[in-house]
Structures are given as C-alpha cells and as structure tokens.
C-alpha cells in the first residue's frame, strides 16, 4: 500500500522508490496525475544523477491539444513491494506519476488540503 497526502494546490501527493544500478532506492515525491496515461516523469538533473539509461525519443499528446517530442529513459521502480520497470519522460517540472504505473490498484483519497491518499494493489 501506498501512501499518501493531498498538497495544498489539491494534488495527490505520493512517495515512489527509484532503484539506481547499485539497486540503492532513492525516494521522490510525485504528483499522481490521473490525466497522464504513462509512467512517470522526472526533470533531467535527476535523470542525470540516477544515470537512466536513454531509450530514445517518443512524440506524446499533452493536455493543451499538442504533440511534442520528448525523451525517454527506463528505469525500475519499487511499487508494493515489487520492483517494476517503467518508461521516464524528461520533464523539468514537478515529477508526475502517472496511470500506467497505478494499473491493477485501486486509488482513494480524500480531496481538500491534508487529505488522504492510498493506493492499493488490488491483484
């Protein structure tokens, strides 16, 4: 189970483990993002600092009707208590999680500032 909070600007708030290449988990905050159907994202100086493998570009939709082409990175991630390997958009912005990695959960939570997330494996 996974757990979390609601900020102040009403977004669900969760903390993710990322492996590096010397399985070290190295936790990070991040927006989930129901509008956002990949992995995850995550700005370039961490991308860097975990030393993501490139897995080249890709063009995605955003939510503003526009294609854009972005980089990509794989990584492993731990998800209830599973590592999972996951695709990485660079973003520099807050780092989002996104509804691919949240498959087979169930995500409840409590919407006002301080409320409750969780986000429950449910198979």
Known sequence: MIRGRVNQRLEPVVSVSILDDYDTEHSFEFILDTGFSGHLTLPSDVIRRLGLDY????????ADGFTHNVDVFTARVLLHENVRPVFVIRLDSPPLLGMRSLLGCRLSMNV???GRVVVEETF
């Open 55 to 62: 897995s080249g570009q890709r063009a995605i939709a955003t």
């Open 112 to 114: 006002h500032a301080g």
